[in-house]
């Protein structure tokens, strides 16, 4: 495979294609996909392979790969949230899964593509590239595709004038974000929907959390000023909260962020409630004072 030429013989439409993107992704996502985790990282130990072979050539390969890089490039859109919060409806959820195109502008922009990879020597370790390094290429990328593409007026659009169907059906912050603002534009006669009641659970209420040692999740959703609260939260830190909410363990939780233990996950819910702490006396200070 250390041959210029094959570089040419190879279909963008083929598995074989994809490739670049898998050796690309961080190895914190490969790790979590049954398929891209099986996947060599010397080039010889495919070409000898049979078996090897059959698995790049397979639906799931492909899928996992195009999976893990609309992850990667979604958040550059420049909407809130994962990609696994919005439906396969959403427009820009469509556009994340541009893979063809992503391998393209990669090997444009970084050098990156089917060609380096097939002149790499055939008992040679291929490295996993930083993950800083990965998040600015794919920041590059999507800019370029945006503005060669012209997607930025569809963009604006679905900023402007989103549609229920854009979301999962899942009691995530972007939805309830969502569903507070479509009912005061949408609603005659509007009258103020709470957090309790766009996230009422008729089996056990929003208030269940599998770990209970931990109330302190259950209180941030309880009040409606927690829109003003979660505002100066980071997007990560909204993440775990909503996760916490949501039922999953610390476990669960540090597996999805990437943490290499649950004790990670643990600090940063401490923090989260010593900051909120702070803003509830603050409000109540506020309060007596007025």
Same mark, same amino acid.
């Given at each position: 495979?250390?041959?210029?030429?094959?570089?040419?013989?190879?279909?963008?439409?083929?598995?074989?294609?994809?490739?670049?993107?898998a050796y690309f992704l961080p190895e914190e996502i490969i790790t979590k996909c049954p398929t891209l985790r099986k996947l060599p990282r010397c080039l010889g130990?495919?070409?000898?392979?049979?078996?090897?072979?059959?698995?790049?050539?397979?639906?799931?390969?492909?899928?996992?790969?195009?999976?893990?890089?609309?992850?990667?490039?979604?958040?550059?859109?420049?909407?809130?949230?994962?990609?696994?919060?919005?439906?396969?409806?959403?427009?820009?959820?469509?556009?994340?899964?541009?893979?063809? $195109?992503?391998?393209?502008?990669? #090997?444009?922009?970084?050098?990156?593509?089917?060609? =380096?990879?097939?002149?790499?020597?055939?008992?040679?370790?291929?490295?996993?590239?930083?993950?800083?390094?990965?998040?600015?290429?794919?920041? $590059?990328?999507? #800019?370029?595709?945006?503005? #060669?593409?012209?997607?930025?007026?569809?963009?604006?659009?679905?900023?402007?004038?989103?549609?229920?169907?854009?979301?999962?059906? =899942?009691?995530?912050?972007?939805?309830?974000?969502?569903?507070?603002?479509?009912?005061?534009?949408?609603? #005659?006669?509007?009258?103020? =929907?709470?957090?309790?009641?766009?996230?009422?659970?008729?089996?056990?209420?929003?208030?269940?959390?599998?770990?209970?040692?931990?109330?302190?999740?259950?209180?941030?959703?309880?009040?409606?000023?927690?829109?003003?609260?979660?505002?100066?939260?980071?997007?990560?830190?909204?993440?775990?909260?909503?996760?916490?909410?949501?039922? $999953?363990?610390?476990?669960?939780?540090?597996?999805?962020?990437?943490?290499?233990?649950?004790?990670? =996950?643990?600090?940063?819910?401490?923090?989260?409630?010593?900051?909120?702490?702070?803003?509830?006396?603050?409000?109540?200070?506020?309060?007596?004072?007025?």
């Amino acid at each position: 495979m250390n041959n210029e030429t094959s570089h040419f013989r190879i279909s963008r439409t083929s598995n074989l294609a994809f490739l670049p993107l898998a050796y690309f992704l961080p190895e914190e996502i490969i790790t979590k996909c049954p398929t891209l985790r099986k996947l060599p990282r010397c080039l010889g130990d495919i070409v000898n392979s049979k078996r090897k072979m059959k698995m790049i050539n397979s639906d799931q390969f492909r899928i996992e790969v195009m999976d893990s890089t609309a992850a990667l490039t979604f958040p550059h859109f420049g909407f809130r949230g994962w990609k696994e919060h919005y439906s396969g409806d959403f427009p820009v959820w469509r556009l994340s899964y541009s893979t063809g $195109l992503w391998g393209k502008l990669l #090997e444009e922009e970084t050098g990156w593509g089917l060609k =380096v990879l097939f002149q790499t020597p055939s008992r040679e370790l291929i490295p996993y590239f930083e993950k800083d390094y990965i998040n600015e290429a794919m920041r $590059l990328i999507v #800019e370029r595709a945006i503005e #060669e593409k012209g997607w930025q007026p569809i963009l604006d659009v679905v900023k402007e004038l989103p549609c229920d169907e854009d979301f999962e059906k =899942v009691n995530s912050f972007v939805r309830i974000d969502f569903l507070r603002k479509w009912y005061h534009t949408r609603v #005659e006669n509007v009258q103020t =929907v709470s957090l309790e009641e766009c996230l009422e659970d008729d089996e056990h209420g929003i208030y269940y959390v599998e770990d209970k040692s931990t109330p302190f999740e259950n209180n941030v959703v309880g009040d409606d000023y927690v829109v003003r609260f979660k505002a100066g939260l980071s997007e990560k830190d909204i993440i775990i909260l909503e996760m916490r909410v949501n039922g $999953l363990t610390y476990e669960k939780i540090a597996e999805r962020m990437g943490y290499k233990n649950h004790s990670g =996950v643990i600090k940063r819910i401490k923090a989260i409630a010593k900051d909120f702490e702070d803003y509830e006396d603050l409000a109540h200070t506020f309060v007596e004072r007025s």
